[in-house]
């Protein structure tokens, strides 16, 4: 049972190119989500899929745009990068909406 | 918008102290979710409140989740250097799926 997985676990993009975060669960989970968490910050929403089939925007969706291939992949994709997405992107999962959130351990994704 | 509020930022204590920190929120929440985060690594929930006044241990931790259900509590006794890392807090208020997470506070051991 390996829980929330994503790939690649690091990541160096230049300004303007495209890439695609992976994530996926083995938990039987509904809900799947992004954040990114940056210094100082709390971790913040990027986009959300409450089940198959549905996404939404989060706190901080600008500048991205995720799938939820199956239930248990939800994909993040950022179509032309910017130096300000420079984070430490997370996904998680939960049994249903609203639920405790299990995270993966992470994607460090820099942009010069 | 919601804020949440974790204090202390950070904390240096010897081998075998309590610890204590704490979230506040500026508006209701439902359930309250902490978490620790070690360098490098995702964070991973530690202990789950959904009711007012609640009190859950999990080993040497125990997290409280206030009367007024704007703020939660939790304590780490007899700490270990393991014990090193980042802890989160995060809250919810009623009717949505989202959690509003704290800044963490930074926990280092000295032996």
């Known amino acids: 049972n390996a829980g929330v997985t994503q790939t690649p676990k690091f990541q160096v993009l230049k300004t303007g190119q495209s890439m695609t975060l992976q994530c996926a669960q083995d938990m039987n989970h509904n809900s799947m989500y992004w954040y990114r968490q940056d210094p100082g910050m709390g971790l913040r929403l990027i986009y959300y899929?409450?089940?198959?089939?549905?996404?939404d925007k989060g706190e901080v969706p600008n500048g991205y745009n995720v799938s939820r291939l199956n239930k248990r992949e939800f994909s993040l994709r950022l179509e032309s990068a910017a130096p300000s997405q420079t984070s430490v992107y997370f996904c998680a999962s939960s049994a249903d909406p609203g639920g405790e959130q299990f995270f993966g351990p992470g994607t460090r994704l820099t942009v010069l | 918008g919601q804020q949440l509020n974790q204090s202390p930022q950070s904390m240096f204590i010897q081998e075998g102290e309590d610890v204590s920190m704490n979230c506040t929120s500026s508006?209701?929440?439902?359930?309250w979710l902490w978490y620790k985060q070690d360098p490098g690594e995702g964070p991973v929930l530690l202990i789950a409140?959904?009711?007012?006044?609640e009190l859950t241990s999990n080993g040497r931790l125990t997290a409280q989740f206030g009367i007024t259900r704007k703020d939660s509590f939790l304590n780490i006794s007899a700490s270990i250097p393991s014990d090193v890392g980042i802890y989160f807090c995060a809250g919810q208020s009623g009717g949505t799926y989202k959690y509003i997470f704290g800044t963490g506070t930074r926990l280092k051991v000295l032996a």
């Open positions: 899929s409450a089940s198959e089939g549905t996404t």
């Open positions: 508006s209701i929440f439902n359930t």
């Open positions: 409140l959904y009711k007012a006044g």
